[in-house]
């Protein structure tokens, strides 16, 4: 967008909030510049007002809502407001990344992490709905008052099966905990430090400005396995915002306007008949026969699905010991394709191979539907929105012993990037691109208008989900990149409190992509509620 164009936005929601800096003759900003002074070239980070000393977030003040607005200093923007606010509490905010990161919990068990945000929040005057969606791990915070009403979605569960260490190299788990075996493989303990610290710099502007609005932050859990988002969006807790804010944890720095996968998450529960295994064979009916032919007939339909499709399983229960015919046993599917109707299919053939098996086994088979996350729909408006606040700010700026932490995590990963941290930023794509992976985040995009993007916290070229990231988010690489997502966030947010432009140009897309997609519908039985646990 044109600079002139940008500024006459800002100006616009200024004068809309009341908020009029008068300095000598009408001192005009353009991209956080005063006119007549060199603005910053993309990928180049605004001049701020030396931060303060870092400190805790302050008190929230009864009186503050009730304040009188105030104009910004002048030279300063809401922008720069912002990333002084978040550069005087990075200490505070590494802090909350490093207890996230040192608690690490799987979905729907996140207590720590969901209550450290919300305390969060809390503390600075936002009001905090805990257990909403019939999920005790999940939150929604507001601020303010009225319309626009801007979310900012955040995510804090780990991942099974991973180490956890600050260490450049792989190694075994020894955390002396045996019932916990988490690791942030995934840098969620940043993602939801950073969307509530763009949160907290963002309604600090709005509150002593006088910004009309409402902010948001989204307590979500269990995104890595579709759960949070999706059964916040069926309670229609996302249905009055006029925008969304995401972003996520990645290898470079690069916003996301992009469609993604679709997953289903399902559970094929198997029973049969217990009997010795050698004594009395001919008396059992084996439920993990029933799995195993499953997992077979699944893996010969492979050849006859699109291309682009994925099919995952794990054995979450086979039986007690081999000399028990397996009475029970359970198998754990993700079925993902490019849009919801591949997916629907895929469905179909599967449930008829799980009756199949359960026919070849003599068992039943019952079929427990977890989930259903829908390919995401871009916004081009957000993300050109978020492309002008993360090239005013740049990409992280990894110094030397960054630098050479990553280089020594690339040591098993195969031909690795050259440079071993990313520190630009990617030019906006013309047309969506496509994400091989799935999120919850698309059933918010169906919802409401959405946008996010990914920032450098972790190894160039490191695979997702690896220990590599684990290394990363638990240290300096990936808290840099948690402190740009923030600013990033926090400006984008007070754009559209300040821009009712943006914020129309935002729905007019969405709704004309809405318009012209086949728009996808749950295969999850109507009023089903979050499951108690994963697991």
Same mark, same amino acid.
């Given at each position: 967008?044109?600079?002139?164009?940008?500024?006459?936005?800002?100006? #616009?929601?200024?004068?809309?909030?009341? %908020?009029?800096?008068?300095?000598?003759?009408?001192?005009?900003?353009?991209?956080?510049?005063?006119?007549?002074?060199?603005?910053? /070239?993309?990928?180049?980070?605004?001049?701020?007002?030396?931060?303060?000393?870092?400190? $805790?977030?302050? /008190?929230?003040?009864?009186? $503050?809502?009730?304040?009188?607005?105030?104009?910004?200093?002048? *030279?300063?923007?809401?922008?720069?407001?912002?990333?002084?606010?978040?550069?005087?509490?990075?200490?505070?905010?590494?802090?909350?990344?490093?207890?996230?990161?040192?608690?690490?919990?799987?979905?729907?068990?996140?207590?720590?992490?969901?209550?450290? +945000?919300?305390?969060?929040?809390?503390? =600075?005057?936002?009001?905090?709905?805990?257990?909403?969606?019939?999920?005790?791990?999940?939150?929604?915070?507001?601020?303010?008052?009225?319309?626009?009403?801007?979310?900012?979605?955040?995510?804090?569960?780990?991942?099974?099966?991973?180490?956890?260490?600050?260490?450049?190299?792989?190694?075994?788990?020894?955390?002396?905990?045996?019932?916990? =075996?988490? *690791?942030?493989?995934?840098?969620?303990?940043?993602?939801? /430090?950073?969307?509530?610290?763009?949160?907290?710099? #963002?309604?600090?502007?709005?509150?002593?400005?006088?910004?009309?609005?409402?902010?948001? %932050?989204?307590?979500?859990?269990?995104?890595?396995?579709?759960?949070?988002?999706?059964?916040?969006?069926?309670?229609?807790?996302?249905?009055?915002?006029?925008?969304?804010?995401?972003?996520?944890?990645?290898?470079?720095?690069? %916003?996301?306007?992009?469609?993604?996968?679709?997953?289903?998450?399902?559970?094929?529960?198997?029973?049969? /008949?217990?009997?010795?295994?050698?004594?009395?064979?001919?008396?059992?009916?084996?439920?993990?026969?029933?799995?195993?032919?499953?997992?077979?007939?699944?893996?010969?339909?492979?050849?006859?699905?699109?291309?682009?499709?994925?099919?995952?399983?794990?054995?979450?229960? *086979?039986?007690?010991?081999?000399?028990? %015919?397996?009475?029970?046993?359970?198998?754990?599917?993700?079925?993902?394709?490019?849009?919801?109707?591949?997916?629907?299919?895929?469905?179909?053939?599967?449930?008829?191979?799980?009756?199949?098996?359960?026919?070849?086994?003599?068992?039943?088979?019952?079929?427990?539907?977890?989930?259903?996350?829908?390919?995401? +729909?871009?916004?081009?408006? +957000?993300?050109?929105?978020?492309?002008?606040?993360?090239?005013?700010?740049?990409?992280?700026?990894?110094?030397?012993?960054?630098?050479?932490?990553?280089?020594?995590?690339?040591?098993?990963?195969?031909?690795?990037?050259?440079?071993?941290?990313?520190?630009?930023?990617?030019?906006?794509?013309?047309?969506?691109?496509?994400?091989?992976?799935?999120?919850?985040?698309?059933?918010?995009?169906?919802?409401?208008?959405?946008?996010?993007?990914?920032?450098?916290?972790?190894?160039?070229?490191?695979?997702?989900?690896?220990?590599?990231?684990?290394?990363?988010?638990?240290?300096?690489?990936?808290?840099?990149?948690?402190?740009?997502?923030?600013?990033? +966030?926090? *400006?984008?947010?007070?754009?559209?409190?300040?821009?009712?432009?943006?914020? $129309?140009?935002?729905?007019?897309?969405?709704?004309?992509?809405?318009?012209?997609?086949?728009?996808?519908?749950?295969?999850?039985?109507?009023?089903?509620?979050?499951?108690?646990?994963?697991?």
């Amino acid at each position: 967008m044109p600079a002139v164009m940008h500024d006459q936005r800002l100006r #616009a929601g200024l004068r809309v909030a009341r %908020v009029v800096v008068l300095v000598a003759a009408s001192l005009t900003l353009v991209h956080g510049v005063p006119v007549g002074a060199a603005a910053p /070239t993309a990928g180049t980070p605004a001049k701020a007002a030396t931060p303060s000393p870092a400190k $805790a977030p302050a /008190t929230p003040n009864s009186k $503050a809502a009730a304040t009188p607005a105030k104009a910004p200093a002048p *030279g300063k923007t809401p922008y720069s407001l912002s990333d002084s606010w978040i550069a005087s509490h990075a200490d505070t905010l590494r802090a909350v990344n490093h207890r996230i990161w040192g608690h690490p919990e799987v979905g729907l068990a996140e207590r720590y992490g969901s209550a450290e +945000l919300a305390t969060l929040l809390e503390r =600075d005057g936002f009001k905090v709905q805990r257990g909403v969606a019939g999920m005790p791990t999940a939150f929604v915070a507001s601020a303010g008052s009225g319309h626009p009403v801007i979310g900012i979605l955040a995510e804090f569960d780990a991942l099974p099966g991973m180490n956890q260490a600050v260490v450049p190299e792989r190694r075994k788990r020894d955390n002396g905990d045996a019932t916990n =075996d988490a *690791g942030h493989a995934c840098g969620h303990s940043i993602f939801g /430090t950073a969307s509530a610290g763009a949160a907290l710099a #963002a309604w600090s502007v709005a509150r002593s400005s006088g910004l009309p609005g409402t902010i948001r %932050v989204y307590g979500t859990p269990a995104e890595e396995t579709g759960i949070g988002k999706v059964y916040m969006a069926r309670a229609g807790l996302f249905d009055d915002l006029d925008a969304a804010l995401h972003w996520h944890a990645g290898d470079k720095t690069q %916003v996301s306007f992009a469609t993604s996968k679709v997953v289903i998450s399902v559970k094929y529960h198997f029973d049969g /008949t217990a009997a010795h295994a050698s004594m009395s064979p001919q008396a059992g009916k084996s439920a993990l026969d029933g799995v195993e032919l499953m997992n077979v007939g699944t893996n010969f339909l492979r050849e006859h699905l699109p291309e682009d499709s994925r099919i995952h399983y794990v054995i979450t229960d *086979g039986g007690g010991q081999p000399n028990v %015919v397996p009475p029970e046993a359970e198998v754990w599917y993700y079925l993902r394709a490019d849009t919801h109707a591949d997916a629907e299919r895929i469905l179909t053939r599967v449930r008829e191979i799980s009756q199949g098996a359960a026919l070849m086994s003599g068992t039943k088979v019952t079929e427990h539907l977890q989930s259903d996350s829908f390919e995401m +729909l871009p916004n081009r408006p +957000l993300s050109e929105l978020l492309q002008r606040q993360v090239e005013r700010i740049g990409g992280p700026r990894f110094d030397d012993a960054d630098r050479a932490f990553a280089k020594q995590t690339q040591s098993d990963l195969v031909d690795p990037p050259a440079d071993p941290l990313f520190m630009g930023v990617v030019p906006l794509a013309d047309k969506p691109w496509h994400i091989k992976a799935s999120t919850d985040v698309g059933n918010v995009s169906w919802a409401v208008p959405t946008g996010g993007l990914n920032v450098a916290s972790y190894t160039n070229g490191a695979p997702g989900h690896s220990w590599q990231i684990v290394a990363c988010t638990g240290g300096p690489i990936g808290e840099k990149g948690m402190l740009v997502a923030a600013r990033t +966030l926090a *400006g984008a947010t007070l754009e559209l409190l300040t821009s009712p432009t943006a914020v $129309a140009e935002a729905r007019r897309d969405f709704e004309k992509r809405k318009a012209s997609t086949p728009n996808p519908v749950s295969v999850l039985p109507a009023g089903q509620t979050a499951p108690v646990a994963i697991r």
